[in-house]
């Protein structure tokens, strides 16, 4: 069903430009080439998702191949442990780019050669403008920019002067190559771009070979021609430099033209996507790190426990467009417990533990229920779960003086205990300050599985732990890291819409002895409680840490309201 459901939406505006290529043979071989080109510079989010399945999907579909190409032109902001984060998320969504493996630095020389050309042919010069000085000679939108008194220098010097760029004879910011093209064009990306600038910075892959860098607008473009790329997706910012990029692909000795067509990005209330914004976070230790389970990352979601699945179905709904737009967070939250409710294992598990004592059940005595681990798979499994005579419930489950509708546990009011028996409340133990320590309840022995000689209904029914049993865990219990639609719309400053509350932390959980069993990247919903998962890093087998991955049901809503927003 699900592939006929696929099968029957309509063709976005990528595939229908991209059928219309194969059908007219625009393809080289008849073969689409797509890349995923992220910057190292921080951890992929999820805005990324929607260009990696845009990217990987639509080789897939169409039998093409997508390249992985890491953009590694800003030594100074890049590192191996973002290389590696990018590779991880992209497997983890289950795209591979096999051998098809690259890096702008592998074009250096390349790039360098093309340069040399550029400046030879006149259609490139060196260019001694401060930032501040070529941000007054470019213009403005309104105004034309003016030439740099550079602008005319022999073929000869230029050669001179980038050879000693090359060679590190000039510091930083002092120099720059620039694109000879118009500087009075409308587009202002297309009055004399740099090429080149110096860069004293160690190079994750060139080393110290190098200390001029090609700039993106030169280098991208350049790199897709060379490796052959068809159709260059990318997001809607990148639409002004389409004429630079079109400049760049017809430069002489570029044998393949691609061509670049932009998509609307992904955009979510409550969620930031700039990496800038996200690594302050990260440096002044307002999360615990790019993966903490409360980022827009994918490597973020992933500990948090949504899966690839989910993420996948996310993106796909959102469709893809040339518009922007603000996507709902509660839509990304739907489609995650969509996924889940159909694959995550059912466990009782209490929070907040307020102890049952059963005074007439046998001391030392230990019964065994089934339970079914996911009610929504017909191919569901079961696992017992230990009874005994010290229970706890959710306090929330528990009240001394019931307030009108209220069908939970009370003095003298029966109740179902899910799965085992119904018990009535007797008695409460307290302590010298009247904080509740116990309840002390009777139960029916003929009341096991929910049933009952008399026939008789309750109207209530809790989740329980054995107290001598359980699992004692720590749970956290995470929520949207920003408590604004927009963060920092009403201030100018994001920092000032940060969630009090997107964090807290139950040291002591009881959860049934089953929730041992847990491993990292196994899905689970604690029975009214939530969906969780294992936490992938500090979790272990002498400390066991569950994160809430969402809620059972959207409560932001009812957040809102509280917290008057």
Same mark, same amino acid.
């Given at each position: 069903?699900? $592939?006929?459901? $696929?099968?029957?939406?309509?063709?976005?505006?990528? +595939?229908? /430009?991209?059928?219309?290529?194969?059908?007219?043979?625009? =393809?080289?071989? @008849?073969?689409?080439?797509?890349? %995923?080109?992220?910057?190292?510079?921080?951890?992929?989010?999820?805005?990324?998702?929607?260009?990696?399945?845009?990217?990987?999907?639509?080789? +897939?579909?169409?039998?093409?191949?997508?390249?992985?190409? &890491?953009?590694?032109? @800003?030594?100074?902001?890049?590192?191996?442990?973002?290389?590696?984060?990018?590779?991880?998320?992209?497997?983890?969504?289950?795209?591979?780019?096999?051998?098809?493996?690259?890096?702008?630095?592998?074009?250096?020389?390349?790039?360098?050669?093309?340069?040399? @050309?550029?400046?030879?042919?006149?259609?490139?010069?060196?260019?001694?403008?401060?930032?501040?000085?070529?941000?007054?000679?470019?213009?403005?939108?309104?105004?034309?920019?003016?030439?740099?008194?550079?602008?005319?220098?022999?073929?000869?010097?230029?050669?001179?002067?980038?050879?000693?760029?090359?060679?590190?004879?000039?510091?930083?910011?002092?120099?720059?190559?620039?694109?000879?093209?118009?500087?009075?064009?409308?587009?202002?990306?297309?009055?004399?771009?740099?090429?080149?600038?110096?860069?004293?910075?160690?190079?994750?892959?060139?080393?110290?070979?190098?200390?001029?860098?090609?700039?993106?607008?030169?280098?991208?473009?350049?790199?897709?021609?060379?490796?052959?790329?068809?159709?260059?997706?990318?997001?809607?910012?990148?639409?002004?430099?389409? #004429?630079?990029?079109?400049?760049?692909?017809?430069?002489?000795?570029?044998?393949?033209?691609?061509?670049?067509?932009?998509?609307?990005?992904?955009?979510?209330?409550?969620?930031?996507?700039?990496?800038?914004?996200?690594?302050?976070?990260?440096? !002044?230790?307002?999360?615990?790190?790019?993966?903490? #389970?409360?980022?827009?990352?994918?490597?973020?979601?992933?500990?948090?426990?949504?899966? #690839?699945?989910?993420?996948?179905?996310?993106?796909?709904?959102?469709?893809?467009?040339?518009?922007?737009?603000? *996507?709902?967070?509660?839509?990304?939250?739907?489609?995650?417990?969509?996924?889940? !409710?159909?694959?995550?294992?059912?466990?009782?598990?209490?929070?907040?533990?307020?102890?049952?004592? /059963?005074?007439?059940?046998?001391?030392?005595?230990?019964?065994?229920?089934?339970?079914?681990?996911?009610?929504?798979?017909?191919?569901?499994?079961?696992?017992?779960?230990? %009874?005994?005579?010290?229970?706890?419930?959710?306090?929330?489950?528990?009240?001394?003086?019931? =307030?009108?509708?209220?069908?939970?546990?009370?003095?003298?009011?029966?109740?179902?205990?899910?799965?085992?028996?119904?018990?009535?409340? @007797?008695?409460?133990?307290?302590?010298?300050?009247?904080?509740?320590?116990? *309840?002390?309840?009777?139960?029916?022995?003929?009341?096991?599985?929910?049933?009952?000689?008399?026939?008789?209904?309750?109207?209530?029914?809790?989740?329980?732990?054995?107290?001598?049993?359980?699992? =004692?865990?720590?749970?956290?219990?995470?929520?949207?890291?920003?408590?604004?639609?927009?963060?920092?719309?009403?201030?100018?400053?994001?920092?000032?819409?940060?969630?009090?509350?997107?964090?807290?932390?139950?040291?002591?959980?009881?959860?049934?002895?089953?929730?041992?069993?847990?491993?990292?990247?196994?899905?689970?919903?604690?029975?009214?409680?939530?969906?969780?998962?294992?936490?992938?890093?500090?979790?272990?087998?002498?400390?066991?840490?569950?994160?809430?991955?969402?809620?059972?049901?959207?409560?932001?809503?009812?957040?809102?309201?509280?917290?008057? &927003?």
């Amino acid at each position: 069903m699900e $592939n006929e459901k $696929n099968e029957a939406r309509p063709l976005n505006f990528l +595939e229908k /430009i991209i059928e219309d290529d194969l059908k007219n043979g625009r =393809v080289p071989d @008849n073969k689409i080439v797509t890349r %995923f080109p992220p910057e190292p510079n921080g951890y992929l989010h999820i805005g990324h998702i929607k260009s990696i399945c845009i990217n990987f999907g639509l080789a +897939e579909k169409y039998g093409g191949r997508c390249h992985l190409r &890491l953009d590694d032109t @800003n030594p100074a902001k890049e590192e191996t442990e973002y290389i590696d984060s990018i590779k991880e998320d992209i497997k983890w969504l289950g795209f591979d780019w096999g051998k098809y493996e690259f890096y702008a630095s592998d074009y250096y020389d390349q790039l360098y050669e093309i340069a040399i @050309n550029l400046i030879k042919e006149g259609k490139a010069y060196v260019d001694e403008l401060s930032a501040e000085e070529m941000k007054e000679y470019r213009g403005s939108l309104t105004e034309p920019g003016k030439n740099s008194p550079w602008r005319d220098r022999s073929v000869e010097e230029n050669l001179r002067l980038f050879e000693e760029m090359k060679k590190g004879k000039y510091p930083e910011g002092s120099l720059t190559l620039r694109a000879k093209i118009d500087m009075a064009s409308p587009n202002i990306n297309m009055r004399d771009p740099a090429l080149y600038r110096i860069k004293y910075a160690h190079h994750p892959r060139t080393g110290d070979k190098w200390c001029i860098y090609p700039m993106y607008d030169f280098t991208h473009p350049i790199s897709d021609a060379i490796e052959g790329i068809t159709h260059s997706i990318c997001t809607l910012e990148f639409e002004d430099h389409r #004429p630079a990029y079109d400049w760049a692909c017809s430069i002489d000795g570029i044998e393949h033209t691609p061509h670049q067509y932009e998509f609307a990005r992904l955009n979510i209330n409550y969620l930031l996507m700039s990496k800038r914004k996200l690594l302050y976070l990260v440096n !002044n230790h307002l999360v615990s790190g790019w993966d903490d #389970p409360r980022m827009p990352t994918i490597s973020g979601v992933r500990r948090r426990g949504y899966s #690839p699945e989910a993420m996948k179905d996310f993106v796909s709904r959102v469709g893809v467009a040339k518009v922007e737009g603000v *996507v709902d967070y509660s839509l990304m939250e739907f489609c995650v417990r969509e996924d889940l !409710n159909k694959r995550a294992k059912r466990l009782m598990a209490v929070l907040d533990p307020l102890k049952i004592v /059963i005074d007439n059940y046998p001391d030392g005595k230990v019964e065994y229920f089934e339970a079914e681990d996911n009610p929504e798979d017909e191919n569901s499994k079961k696992h017992k779960i230990a %009874f005994s005579k010290n229970l706890y419930i959710e306090k929330e489950d528990f009240m001394e003086t019931p =307030v009108k509708g209220y069908h939970r546990l009370y003095p003298g009011n029966e109740i179902r205990l899910k799965y085992a028996y119904y018990i009535k409340a @007797n008695s409460i133990e307290k302590d010298e300050n009247g904080n509740i320590l116990a *309840v002390h309840c009777t139960y029916d022995p003929e009341s096991r599985g929910g049933t009952t000689a008399d026939g008789r209904k309750v109207k209530g029914t809790s989740h329980w732990v054995s107290a001598d049993h359980a699992l =004692v865990a720590e749970v956290r219990q995470y929520d949207k890291l920003f408590k604004a639609e927009c963060p920092g719309a009403a201030t100018g400053n994001y920092l000032d819409d940060l969630n009090p509350d997107s964090l807290k932390v139950i040291p002591a959980a009881y959860i049934e002895e089953e929730g041992a069993k847990a491993k990292v990247g196994d899905y689970l919903q604690f029975i009214r409680n939530g969906y969780y998962c294992v936490d992938m890093k500090d979790s272990s087998a002498e400390h066991m840490v569950f994160n809430r991955t969402c809620t059972l049901k959207d409560s932001w809503a009812k957040q809102k309201a509280k917290m008057g &927003l």
